[in-house]
């Protein structure tokens, strides 16, 4: 196949596998502008499945990098009724959302961190838009553009390293000339929901996670807290469509305890906000709040997302990835959530997964404006999970999977 075949074939798995394209349906996408040449590709193939509309909507970093720089942040953070009004016209009529993220990680670098952090709330109070709208399980989907800049970031040394970011994405996403690409993610789904009902099955109540670089953090667990699918599609309604969110994943997750974690994490990969990346940082909890940033730099940005409101400096996720999965071990750091957090095991501030509170009136799941996935997993990462009865299980040796 050529490139630009293999280019439908990854804009065909984004809208069949990842968003499930009903006929009739709209959808509406939020795009790098840097990846201008593939919307119209992916608009194709929604177009074939039967969209009755596709919606671009370019996200503009380079023009919200000057807003940030003259606009006082209360107007930088603030969303228009306007321009919420025109994303909950399409959501209220049944759109899927797509969002397409390009990768520019020098774009924001030099920019001071209440102006990277404003441009990240902005950005993210758009979203929110869309999010409250997944909690009815509405269709959506995060996926990568590889972009010219994110290719000369994570790939200086290679000659023509668009194409060769481009077939690096390919092969994370489980595409290659031959493969039927539902079949395969089917086969690959299959496998990881075996893998969430057995972890289901042992009835855990906390993970112990430790690891040589310092991390030595408890998180409790609810008797709601489900890795497998075969709980969570008990709660669905009948007209769920069945979507992969996130392309490529290799997660299994759930929602802790909110007042369940304690102890000091840190972070094995960059976590970027606003488009600028925060290395070398960590977190100490206690009875599940941050109450200590750990950083040289990027501390004020980090000690401003946890306080973006009350849930901010909880847990909403724990995510378990082999450290030794196919994203890991291409030796590189993406520098975007999406690849990066499906490296390692990670861990989110903010909101929890789903929607609704345990069935348990003793428990509770977190809710906040924010959902920020930081990747903690390392080669060394050892998971102990504590059962409703005491006993205690190797969840994780050595960075992967021990059960």
């Known amino acids: 196949m050529t490139l630009l075949e293999m280019k439908h074939k990854y804009a065909y798995t984004l809208a069949r596998v990842g968003l499930n394209v009903q006929k009739g349906q709209i959808v509406v996408v939020e795009a790098a502008i840097e990846g201008y040449e593939f919307t119209p590709i992916f608009a194709e193939e929604c ?8 919606i671009i909507n370019y996200l503009d970093n380079a023009n919200l990098k000057v807003r940030a720089h003259y606009t006082p942040v209360e107007v930088m ?10 994303y909950e016209y399409y959501m209220d009529q049944g759109a899927a959302f797509c969002r397409l993220e390009g990768v520019n990680p020098l774009q924001m670098a030099d920019m001071p961190e209440a102006e990277s952090n404003a441009v990240f709330k902005r950005t993210d109070n ?5 999010r409250k709208y997944t909690r009815n399980h509405c269709q959506w989907l995060i996926a990568m553009i590889p972009t010219q800049e994110w290719a ?5 040394n290679k000659e023509d390293n668009l194409t060769e970011l481009w077939n690096l994405l390919f092969k994370l996403c489980y595409i290659d000339e031959e493969n039927d690409v539902v079949k395969t993610w089917e086969e690959k789904n299959e496998r990881k929901n075996a893998l969430g009902d057995k972890m289901d099955a042992l009835q855990l109540r906390k993970l112990h996670y430790t690891a040589s670089n310092g991390t030595d953090l408890t998180v409790e667990l609810t008797p709601d807290s489900f890795f497998g699918f075969s709980r ?4 669905l309604p009948a007209n769920y469509v069945k979507t992969n969110c996130n392309i490529p994943t290799e997660e299994i997750c759930t929602s802790p305890e909110k007042y369940g974690t304690n102890g000091v994490v840190y972070a094995s990969r960059p976590l970027v906000l606003g488009g600028k990346a925060v ?4 977190f100490r909890f206690e009875n599940g709040k941050v109450v200590e940033v750990i950083a040289e730099e990027g501390k004020e940005m980090l000690e401003s997302l946890v306080a973006t409101d009350e849930g901010a400096a909880y847990l909403g996720e724990a995510a378990l990835v082999e450290y030794h999965s196919p994203i890991s071990m291409s030796g590189l750091v993406y520098y975007t959530t999406l690849i990066d957090e499906n490296a390692s095991c990670h861990l989110a501030l903010g909101r929890a997964l789903g929607s609704g509170q345990p069935s348990d009136p003793n428990y509770t799941f977190n809710n906040s404006q924010i959902h920020i996935d930081f990747m903690v997993g390392t080669p060394d990462m050892s998971i102990i999970g504590t059962d409703v009865n005491g006993a205690e299980h190797v969840i994780f040796k050595d960075g992967d999977f021990a059960i």
Do not use: H, Q, T, W
């Open 77 to 86: 953070e603030k969303v228009d009724d306007v321009e919420k009004a025109y």
């Open 279 to 282: 290395e070398n940082f960590g």
């Open 232 to 235: 969570f599609r008990k709660m």
């Open 126 to 130: 758009v979203r929110n838009i869309m």
């Open 47 to 54: 177009y074939k499945l039967g969209a009755s509309n596709v």
């Open 152 to 156: 000369d970031y994570i790939l200086p």
